[in-house]
């Protein structure tokens, strides 16, 4: 089945400088690749996707690319800010009907003021 | 409007209790999936619903673990015999349907079998 990896596990950055995620997984039909941002105490919530016919995605200051030869795909958070403080996961996913999603295992991401 | 609901928001169970877990979704979503995450974890697939039926419930660990969703709305995860390896965060996500990439999640029920 798929499998997902997601490096570094923590990451900490200065508020203004950016950040960047990286996730691999191992099944080549796994076509859609959402990230999600979980806050203490709270259900993860999504906050860009991309799908496999797409190399790169933007929204304003998050952006993904995808490299499906090499099979990864990465989040870059520009002009960091202290509320983006959280907990990054990856995911991939296979089935045109019904997701089911195979999250890496997280990334925590600290914003230092 | 009404994001997914779960409750309750903790549960504390002895070994060997029984257990049901709630998920509201949002209203006229009819897909809906359970996951589990264990501390410090990504979140792991168990069930999927579309509609009243459970169209994969693959990522179920065992036979202990069961789930409903009579009406199509509101679910039921339901697990017997706890062991204290089933403590986890039990997470609830809605979609507007099979086809929608976007999960909704719920905040999360936190299991906790002493």
């Known amino acids: 089945g798929e499998n997902v990896e997601q490096h570094p596990s923590t990451l900490s950055v200065q508020e203004g400088d950016s950040a960047v995620i990286k996730c691999t997984y191992s099944?080549?039909?796994?076509?859609?690749f959402p990230w999600y941002k979980q806050e203490l105490g709270k259900g993860p919530q999504l906050i860009i996707d991309?799908?496999?016919?797409?190399g790169e995605k933007k929204d304003q200051r998050i952006a993904v690319t995808l490299n499906k030869t090499a099979k990864h795909f990465s989040l870059h958070i520009t002009e960091t800010q202290p509320e983006d403080s959280a907990v990054y996961f990856c995911a991939a996913s296979i089935k045109n009907y019904g997701q089911n999603f195979v999250f890496g295992p997280g990334t925590r991401l600290s914003v230092l003021p | 409007g009404a994001g997914v609901s779960q409750t309750p928001s903790n549960k504390v169970t002895e070994k060997g209790k029984y257990v049901e877990l709630r998920c509201d979704p949002i209203?006229?979503?009819?897909?809906l999936y359970w996951y589990r995450q264990s501390l410090g974890q990504g979140p792991e697939f168990l069930i999927y619903f579309q509609g009243t039926g459970a169209a994969d419930d693959s990522g179920l660990p065992n036979d202990r673990f069961f789930a409903v969703r009579p009406e199509g709305s509101v679910s039921t995860l339901k697990i017997q015999r706890t062991e204290r390896g089933d403590s986890a965060v039990y997470l609830c996500a809605s979609s507007l349907n099979g086809n929608s990439n976007e999960q909704f999640f719920g905040p999360g029920t936190r299991l906790t079998v002493l």
């Open positions: 209203s006229g979503h009819t897909a």
């Open positions: 991309i799908r496999s016919n797409v």
């Open positions: 099944d080549s039909a796994s076509n859609y």
